[in-house]
């Protein structure tokens, strides 16, 4: 199930491509120059949330992370710890991972929405034990009681 999702997520970020004319900065894939209004307000909602979870991961911040969860949400992180999770239990794995590493920078570079099914993928640099690696984030979302909650989180 993990190679199968390795995959998947290496294949979004290969062959998902900024359309021509997408807006500089977060989210990656919104049209330049059209309006909000122009859009839904289900997506702006969406938009809201996965920079939220954006700012949380570049602040190594889970405590900003874990009001997205879903009640149950399935958590991989490269070299810890994988599998399905409460909320709560995910905030304090996700906690202990972000105390041993240190982002140095990170952004969605592809969202999308489908119905009630949302993802954001994108990747950044970290600090491990004085070395930095390239990471690489995907994060599945639905919509449950009209709220966009989190209910995959890997990094890769």
Avoid: C
Wanted: proline share 4%; glycine share 10%.
């Amino acid at each position: 199930m993990r190679n199968l999702l390795a995959l998947i997520a290496f294949f979004v970020l290969r062959l998902s491509a900024a359309p021509p004319g997408a807006a500089a900065g977060f989210p990656a894939g919104v049209q330049a120059g059209v309006p909000d209004s122009a859009r839904s307000p289900q997506d702006a909602r969406f938009r809201e949330v996965a920079a939220g979870i954006e700012d949380g991961i570049r602040r190594n911040d889970a405590s900003l992370l874990a009001p997205h969860f879903a009640g149950q949400l399935y958590l991989s992180l490269r070299s810890e710890e994988e599998g399905y999770y409460s909320a709560n239990q995910a905030s304090l794995v996700l906690e202990h991972y972000f105390a041993g590493r240190k982002f140095l920078n990170f952004r969605f570079t592809t969202t999308g929405t489908q119905g009630r099914n949302a993802y954001a993928t994108g990747g950044g640099t970290i600090m491990v034990r004085g070395m930095t690696e390239i990471i690489q984030v995907y994060v599945s979302f639905r919509q449950r009681g009209g709220e966009w909650v989190v209910t995959q989180f890997n990094i890769y």
